[in-house]
């Protein structure tokens, strides 16, 4: 760009700010206005401003890499799908295509075009997870996409600011939940709008009318400084493996990390072959988690945007699990996909030892319920989504967080509001004792979460659930995380993966994994293990090498200090 002199440096990085607050603003609608509680409770979203050639400028901090990352590729697609011709001001642009957008059909896409007195400008994104989408559901029973619900391929929502009712009409009756999927569309399409409005304003306010000059200052320091980090790493190629669960077999991932002078490339060649079950992961998607991995380890405080993640590249083999190919089912792919940052992270530990974190539970453990009065009795039908998180690795230098969401990053959803969508009770939901692997950093702690269905009710659930076979590794000495388990109340053990019931008058009960440990456990100080059993994290029993964690009883105080 042309020489700059310091006050233009100075307007430059205000309106860069400025920018990042109008995103921000814009996924914040999205989240006061939407239906469903994987959006406004669980943060289940994303929000991006876009140059218009499509390149990610800012991305909002609310949100998750999955979408955020995903979308930075996906706009592209729209920009393919609809020529700028038939782009007209009031537009909204819409999919959930798997392999277009963000990897399954619960995520809706939304790109909305940006004028400025009859000008492109611009165009702004955002996802969100609706609570249905038809076919069997959210879970991993499906043969194929075809079976997992309504495919929607990138079309115009509105067009001139009308909406398309035929879509519409389509949506309310190939969905369980007409109502709510349907105001989530409408809360994407406003997120965008008020996007706009905003960019609108602040180009009026500070006297421009084009992006291309603050685009140009934004990925020239970015891919500057992202290239400065990369240049400091180690030079070489690591590898690494891992085992999870899959559906009814283990599945092997693997991946070798290529640290080169001017960029990052990681291939996933070896990986297991996709599988005939919901778990697969377009790589779309496969690559948004690969490259957080590395952003977190080589640059996490420089922006998120196109710039940054160009210096980040991925293959993997068409046909395996994390390259699946239409029509394979993928309806769960975030169990496979969140798995990635830890097999990646597992590769780049091996070349800056002692830096990074060790594994955690990795994949969410949601739970989708479909809740029914029993047979002859009074009551209603609902679908219930509800986020829950394991324990997060141990990190070199600070303990793992407990039930937090690595690497998604979504929230936890408040018992209160998951009650309020349907007929279940929550009876306990509390940290998990002696889930954490020892090391000295102790590993998160996983959950244990007991459900039923409302007298009169019963209910299935789609189980999508990791770990539970294959417990999250311990680095540099430190000791794995205790594995996950599904269980009724009466002692009966459920599979942590596909459809399954719940009778009346019987509880579910999740135990989510902890995460591993850092470090020689005879390195912990005295004065955190104590600490550890005052709040009820490490029982005696757990302390002398009994990691089950199955009993959930903490101490009184620290029952008050860790219930979620």
Known sequence: MNEMTGVDEIRMQVMWNRLISVVEEQALTLIRTAFSTSVREAGDLSAGVFDPE????????????????????????????????????????????????????????????????????????????????????????????????????????????????????????????????????????????????????????????????????????????????????????????????????????????????????????????????????????????????????VAPDIPNNSASLALFTVAAPAGSILNAERPAPVSLRHVMGHMVPDLVLGAVAQALPGQVQAEGAGSLWNIHLSVKPVAGQAGRRAEVLMFNSGGGGARPAIDGLSATAFPSGVMTMPIEATEQTGPIVIWRKELRPDSGGEGAQRGGLGQIIEIAPAAGHETDFSAMFDRVHHAPKGREGGQDGAKGAVELDDGTVMRPKGWQHVPAGRRLILKAPGGGGFGDPADRRAEDRANDRRKGYVTETGATGDTTGDTGEATAAGRGETDT
């Open 54 to 297: 499509g390149r990610m400028l800012a991305q909002a901090v609310t949100g998750t890499p999955g979408h955020v990352n995903t979308m930075a590729e996906a706009v592209l697609n729209f920009l393919a799908e609809i020529p700028r011709e038939e782009m007209y001001e009031g537009d909204t642009y819409v999919t959930n295509d798997p392999w277009l957008g963000t990897g399954h059909l619960h995520d809706i896409t939304m790109v909305s075009p940006s004028f400025l007195d009859g000008r492109l400008v611009g165009f702004f994104a955002c996802t969100a997870h609706v609570v249905d989408v038809g076919g069997r559901g959210f879970g991993a029973d499906g043969k194929s996409v075809y079976e997992e619900g309504i495919q929607i391929p990138i079309m115009k929502f509105a067009e001139r600011g009308e909406v398309n009712r035929d879509l519409i009409r389509l949506l309310r009756a190939n969905v369980r939940e007409p109502n709510q999927v349907v105001g989530d569309f409408y809360s994407l399409s406003a997120c965008n709008e008020v996007g706009h409005r905003r960019l609108v304003a602040m180009m009026r306010e500070v006297g421009i009318d084009t992006l291309d000059r603050l685009g140009e200052f934004i990925f020239s320091r970015t891919h500057a400084a992202t290239l400065e980090r990369i240049r400091a790493l180690p030079k070489g190629s690591w590898s690494n493996v891992l085992v999870t669960d899959g559906y009814n077999d283990p599945v092997k991932l693997a991946c070798e990390v290529t640290i080169g002078d001017n960029r990052v490339h990681v291939d996933f060649a070896g990986t297991d072959p996709v599988s005939r079950w919901g778990i697969n992961v377009p790589v779309i998607y496969t690559k948004a988690y690969a490259c957080y991995a590395l952003k977190c380890v």
